[in-house]
T-cell receptor, first 111, second 113 residues
């Protein structure tokens, strides 16, 4: 069965303290691994797409990487405005566009 | 550009009542989805549609129904509400089947008491 697991569930960082969020996946025929940011009371907002092992994408203080079993979201020198829940999702084989989501990591960055 | 619009934002239902969550998108997207999000559980797909007149079940369809009579609208019907349906519901749409083109609404908070 296709599955996506994120860790940790919650992460507290001091401003400027770099860290990484993990997304482990078991998906047959992976067609894409996606990262989203979700602010309280809002819907998820797209951040990155990764398609193949070894691929990396960057946006400001965030960098997403992909291996054959995991994806990492690295946060460098975070700021309080980076506080949010980060979701990863995998798109498996098939043509329905059904995403399998992890449970999310809630990040809190304290000033 | 409104994107994906969901109504209502908040609703309290009594056990056994029925209601419809409305979803409309103005991006001319073919694909539309309904997800539910429970605390610590991620998003689970309830139903999806690949175009007007075509719908299919997702991971957790029991207790729900959908219809897609137009490209823009994808309402979700809850029949005989149960406490287990207390959740946050997100409607989404996409132009292609990739997760990088999916746009989410702001969510509908439903409590069944």
């Amino acid at each position: 069965e296709d599955q996506v697991t994120q860790s940790p569930e919650a992460l507290r960082l001091q401003e400027g303290e770099s860290s990484s969020l993990n997304c482990s996946y078991t998906v047959s025929g992976l067609r894409g691994l996606f990262w989203y940011r979700q602010d309280p009371g809002k819907g998820p907002e797209f951040l990155f797409t990764l398609y193949s092992a070894g691929e990396e994408k960057e946006k400001e203080r965030l960098k997403a990487t992909l291996t054959k079993k995991e994806s990492f979201l690295h946060i460098t020198a975070p700021k309080p405005e980076d506080s949010a829940t980060y979701l990863c999702a995998a798109l498996g084989s098939g043509n329905t566009g059904k995403l399998i989501f992890g449970q999310g990591t809630t990040l809190q960055v304290k000033p | 550009n409104a994107g994906v619009t969901q109504t209502p934002k908040f609703r309290i239902l009594k056990i056994g009542q029925s209601m419809t969550l409305q979803c409309t998108q103005d991006m001319n997207h073919n694909y539309m989805y309904w997800y539910r999000q429970d605390p610590g559980m991620g998003l689970k797909l309830i139903y999806y549609s690949v175009g007007a007149g075509i719908t299919d079940k997702g991971e957790v369809p029991n207790g729900y129904n959908v219809s897609r009579s137009t490209t823009e609208d994808f309402p979700l019907r809850l029949e005989l509400a149960a406490p287990s349906q207390t959740s946050v519901y997100f409607c989404a749409s996409s132009y292609l089947t990739g997760g990088n083109t999916i746009y989410f609404g702001e969510g509908s908070w439903l409590t069944v008491v």
